[in-house]
């Protein structure tokens, strides 16, 4: 019996039709991936600091060898000076997934992983090549895969050394008794107030942008930076003493989002992660020398340079606030892994 016109065509259909569909998907498919492959990522990254300042520039050459690296498929947009918005808030844009990062410390991520914070306890680390070999420490690490797990916080990298910290105020100083009184500018975390109250200030909670007018307005009585932020922001014309107690070593930590990190292609991560160790210590080497030649200017200016103060009583000191925010374990543990 032969089958009728519409049969035949019915038949014809049903074993066309898969066939179109699978080349249509098949189309879609290669597309998607096309368009993945093509795909371009940004990176906003904000600090507080100047663009004058060696990191602004540090900052401008890890986003260069990136781009180059990548062919443009990764880009890093950076944004000096606070422009969007203050550390703390930047953080809690990271938390959420935001393409956006951030030069912070390890007191704000303290906030977070409290052992961390030891990384800015006065005297914990006292020279560049101690802050590079933090990062062979399991301790550290640990802690840096908890931010990333429980926070969403990736650290890329933190070869980023700013240089000592110093108090820099209208009176000399020379003990920690000397300190007693006065009202120093700190950022907002818990070592970093308990670290200024052990050597003997009292710290006060200020944005760096707030300085001058703070010094101004007679807020607060003096601040602890390095020397290069000192000349960016002209605090000399509000401060007549540079007191090298040399009691912080800053390391700088670069964050991001963990969310954001892991939707990058894997070879997008490992070029993001080595350029930000090499643009940090390059970075670092030019802050040697930057903050030679910013107390040079200064001294010239007329800033008193106070540079032979025995740190010891301050040393001592300065253990208390390991005590007071129970890190002595943490501090130690550290400590004693670098030495392996």
């Known amino acids: 019996m032969r089958k009728s016109t519409r049969e035949i065509t019915s038949r014809v259909t049903s074993r066309v039709v898969p066939l179109g569909i699978a080349a249509a998907l098949a189309a879609t498919a290669y597309g998607a991936a096309g368009a993945a492959l ?11 600091l100047a663009p004058t300042e060696p990191y602004h520039k540090g900052f401008e050459a890890w986003a260069a060898a990136v781009e180059e690296r990548t062919d443009g498929g990764l880009r890093i947009e950076v944004f000096p000076s606070s422009q969007l918005g203050v550390e703390e808030d930047i953080i809690e844009q990271i938390r959420q997934g935001a ?4 030069n912070t410390d390890a007191a704000r991520l303290g906030n977070y992983v409290p052992g961390i914070a ?5 005297y914990f680390v006292g020279s560049v090549e101690e802050a590079y070999a933090l990062a062979d420490s399991p301790t550290m690490q640990a802690w840096q895969q908890e931010l990333a797990d429980d926070y969403g916080i990736k650290v890329v990298c933190f070869d980023w050394v700013q240089g000592f910290r110093n108090f820099y105020t209208n009176k000399e100083i020379r003990s920690p008794e000397d300190l007693d009184g006065l009202r120093v500018r700190t950022p ?8 200024i109250r052990a050597l003997g200030a009292e710290p006060v909670a200020m944005n760096f942008g707030d300085v001058y007018p703070g010094l101004q307005q007679r807020a607060i009585d003096g601040a602890e930076l390095v020397y290069p932020n000192i000349t960016a922001a002209n605090l000399n014309e509000v401060l007549d003493y540079a007191n090298e107690t040399k009691h912080i070593l800053l390391v700088n930590f670069q964050v991001v989002s963990s969310e954001w990190f892991n939707g990058l292609p894997e070879d997008y991560q490992t070029i993001l992660v080595e350029e930000c160790r090499k643009a940090g210590q390059d970075t670092s080497a030019v802050m040697t020398e930057a903050a030679d030649k910013a107390k040079a200017k200064l001294k010239e200016a007329g800033m008193t340079i106070v540079d032979d103060i025995d740190l010891e009583p301050f040393r001592k000191a300065g253990e208390k606030a390991y005590e007071e925010l129970g890190l002595v374990d943490a501090k130690n543990q550290v400590q004693s892994e670098m030495k392996q």
């Not at 093509?38 to 507080?48: C, G, I, K």
Request: charged share 10%; glycine share 8%.
């Open 118 to 122: 030891v990384v800015n306890g006065p």
């Open 38 to 48: 093509a795909q371009d990522y940004t990176l906003r990254f904000n600090h507080v």
């Open 188 to 195: 907002p975390a818990p070592i970093w107030q308990e670290s």
């Open 99 to 102: 393409n956006i990062g951030q």
